[in-house]
């Protein structure tokens, strides 16, 4: 990985409709995050907070049940440039959040350069939502699939209208809440999960051993998208989704020691941090530890 890293953070909190999760880059920031990856080596470059604008009132797009559509995109947009700009400069992007709604300009940006990117979706929601499969029109549960090309033009041709990544390079890790729409889209689309189930099952070695040979299978860059919901609420209280039965801390740990490891992650973001609903910053805590890990941290 590259030594030089641009710390991007991302307030936003519309993707998701509820307050707090726009708090979670300082959440980050307080927690450590660029003392933990200067003392492994790398340059930190904090680029600050992007402006996220602030809606007057709820709005939802007529016909296509999507919250907040002008002010995500607007944000997103501007995320995508900052995201191309600092890999045109050779840094390596590192984005926080803020709602999972930012995975659309993170991965928008990052595929200015990489013409077939693998990315690993480590979630408990697949994220594979449109206006017309979303039971609740919060964009942060469809960024995955605007980055695969479906859903709104205002989102899908953000960076380009065009898909910015295909099925087949796509691996969700930990999922164990999707809804009937994602659950068809996964099997028409033959995209790649590895469920609960399944980690229970081969165990986290085995997952990422698979995972790892499906992104970087063709491809020219391995994209890290970690949603802090994946993880137990136990470990990661401070989330605004969570769904109990989840990926222990040391599990997480694991998968992250083995990424790091591979040496083929070339961006990533952590995402769903919420200090409101969080217990004296614990979540935001494991997250910084989970990027450490992420960078090449080891015990000995």
């Not at 993707?15 to 708090?23: F, L």
């Not at 700009?85 to 991965?107: E, N």
């Not at 796509?170 to 999707?178: C, E, F, K, T």
């Not at 469920?195 to 790892?212: A, N, P, S, Y």
């Amino acid at each position: 990985m590259k030594k030089n890293i641009a710390l991007i953070g991302v307030p936003m909190d519309l993707g998701a409709d509820r307050r707090g999760v726009d708090m979670g880059p300082s959440a980050i920031r307080y927690a450590g995050v660029e003392k933990r990856l200067i003392n492994l080596g790398y340059i930190v470059e904090d680029l600050g907070d992007i402006t996220v604008p602030r809606p007057k009132k709820l709005e939802t797009v007529p016909n296509h049940n999507l919250k907040y559509l002008e002010e995500v995109a607007e944000a997103n947009e501007e995320l995508s440039k900052i995201v191309s700009q600092v890999m045109a400069d050779g840094s390596f992007p590192l984005v926080i959040g803020g709602d999972h709604s930012i995975a659309i300009g993170t991965i928008a940006g990052i595929c200015q350069h990489k013409m077939k990117l693998g990315v690993i979706w480590f979630d408990a929601h697949g994220d594979l939502n449109t206006g017309e499969t979303s039971p609740s029109g919060n964009i942060h549960g469809m960024s995955l699939a605007v980055s695969l090309g479906l859903g709104h033009p205002v989102l899908t041709s953000i960076g380009g209208n065009h898909a910015k990544v295909h099925p087949e390079n796509v691996v969700i890790i930990g999922a164990r809440d999707l809804d009937a729409g994602e659950r068809k889209l996964i099997k028409d689309m033959g995209i790649h999960v590895f469920t609960m189930h399944e980690i229970d099952r081969l165990g986290m070695t085995k997952v990422m051993e698979k995972t790892l040979e499906i992104v970087t299978n063709g491809t020219d860059g391995v994209h890290l998208s970690l949603d802090l919901d994946g993880l137990d609420p136990h470990d990661a209280p401070g989330v605004g989704t969570p769904v109990i039965g989840g990926i222990t801390y040391r599990e997480s740990h694991l998968a992250m020691e083995i990424l790091a490891e591979a040496q083929v992650m070339t961006s990533a973001e952590f995402v769903e941090v919420n200090p409101i609903l969080d217990i004296q910053n614990n979540t935001a805590k494991v997250a910084v530890a989970l990027i450490g890990s992420a960078f090449g941290e080891k015990l000995l």
